[in-house]
Every structure is written in structure tokens, then in C-alpha cells.
């Protein structure tokens, strides 16, 4: 069954580093999300992504946040200077089409020091 | 703007008992509802869905019906097995066209006990 998958698992990073976030969505999809979930707390939706740009962003994807679709199977999220509150599991999705289901991938878990 | 709000956990069972997971939504238009599972260290799945009122989504035991009268969606099992230990969270998903972001609720820890 084909699946969304996300690198690294675990990133550790400095505070000011950039990092970037890598997805693979599924290959036949069209709308490509990114979520995150602070430690034990809620799933928080960040942007959404269509037709090679942003379709949606939350007040937290504030201009440190980037997202590109650099060729026809990644979607990467980057955080230009990340900051100690950036930690947190980060969740890509994608979805086909009109549907209403949205597949998610297994997280980076994202660790600024 | 929507909302999802779902009871506080833990939950602690012991094994064949009965689940619920309360429910309830906040939304403008008709959303679709979800319940997504994570089982520890791994990501988020989908774990059944409505896409309107009264359908009954189900999945491996569980079940939630859509009531739009009560704005609830509340997860069902008839009997917890230890590999239900998860934490769940209901999710609605509202907008036209394929724009569709996911608003989760706060997650609430099962855990099944022997």
C-alpha cells in the first residue's frame, strides 16, 4: 500500500541553524500539508500546498517557515533560523483530489537545543 | 473558526471492556469527521471516518456516528484489547474544493491493561 514518508526521523539542531524537513507524498496526490505537534499537545495544521504554491497558512507558519515542491516527489518544509519553541513532531500529509482523507507520514521529530 | 473538543485522558481499561471516547465539534458549514489513532513512536492513522450526518464510520471494532444535532462524533469499541493502548484523536476536516486542512482535538492516552 503506498505510504507517505518522512526524513530524517530525528533532527537535532542548534538554535539559528536551518533546518529542512523532507516528504515524500504519495505519488499520484495533489495537495500536500504540514502539521505539528508540540509534545503532548495538539496536532496544529501549518500550511497546505497546491499547483506549486501555498493554498492555506496558520498564523504559526510566519516567514522563518518555507515549503517547495523541488521536483515531482518531494515536498520539504524549512525553518530558516529555528528557535527553541520549533521543537516538536513534525507530520507531512498529502491527498488525492477532492477526497476527505488526508494520509500522513510518520513524523520528524525535530530537537532544537 | 472550527473547533474539536474530546475528553481528557488517560484512559486506563482493563482488557474487554467497553470504550467510549467523547466527542464534539465546532464548525461553520458540514464537515467530515475522522478518528486517527497513534500507537506509540509511530505517526498518525486513520482510523475511521463520516463524511455526514448519521453515518456510522467503523474500523477493526470501533465505531463513532455522526450527530449533527449533538455536533458529537464519539468513538466506540465493545471490547479493548491491549494493543488498543494509543492515544486518539477526533479530527474534522471542513472546505470546498481539495483545500480541506485537518483541525484535530487534544488526544486522549488509552491505556488497555491485561
Known amino acids: 500500500e503506498p505510504e507517505v514518508t518522512q526524513t530524517p526521523s530525528h533532527q537535532v539542531t542548534q538554535m539559528g541553524q536551518e533546518v529542512i524537513l523532507r516528504c515524500v507524498p504519495i505519488?499520484?496526490?495533489?495537495?500536500f500539508y504540514w502539521y505539528r505537534q508540540i509534545l503532548g499537545q495538539k496536532v496544529e495544521f501549518l500550511v497546505s500546498?497546491?499547483?506549486?504554491?501555498?493554498?492555506?497558512k496558520s498564523e504559526i507558519f510566519d516567514d522563518q517557515f518555507s515549503v517547495e515542491r523541488p521536483d515531482g516527489s518531494n515536498f520539504t518544509l524549512k525553518i530558516r533560523s529555528t528557535k527553541l519553541e520549533d521543537s516538536a513532531m513534525y507530520f507531512c500529509?498529502?491527498?488525492?483530489?477532492?477526497?476527505?482523507?488526508?494520509?500522513f507520514g510518520p513524523g520528524t521529530r525535530l530537537t532544537v537545543t | 473558526g472550527n473547533s474539536v473538543t474530546q475528553m481528557e485522558g488517560p484512559v486506563t481499561l482493563s482488557e474487554e471492556a467497553f470504550l467510549t471516547i467523547n466527542c464534539t465539534y465546532t464548525?461553520?458549514?458540514?464537515?467530515?469527521l475522522f478518528w486517527y489513532v497513534q500507537y506509540p513512536g509511530e505517526g498518525l492513522q486513520l482510523l475511521l471516518k463520516?463524511?455526514?450526518?448519521?453515518d456510522k464510520g467503523s474500523n477493526k471494532g470501533f465505531e463513532a456516528t455522526y450527530r449533527k444535532e449533538t455536533t458529537s462524533f464519539h468513538l466506540e469499541k465493545g471490547s479493548v484489547q491491549v494493543s488498543d493502548s494509543a492515544v486518539y484523536f477526533c479530527?474534522?476536516?471542513?472546505?470546498?474544493?481539495?483545500?480541506?486542512?485537518?483541525?484535530f482535538g487534544t488526544g486522549t492516552k488509552l491505556q488497555v491493561i491485561p
Open positions: 500529509a498529502s491527498k488525492y483530489g477532492t477526497s476527505y482523507e488526508q494520509y
Open positions: 505519488s499520484n496526490h495533489l495537495y
Open positions: 500546498f497546491y499547483n506549486n504554491e501555498i493554498s492555506e
Open positions: 464548525a461553520t458549514g458540514y464537515p467530515s
Open positions: 463520516a463524511t455526514k450526518a448519521d
Open positions: 479530527a474534522l476536516s471542513e472546505g470546498k474544493g481539495g483545500y480541506q486542512k485537518v483541525t
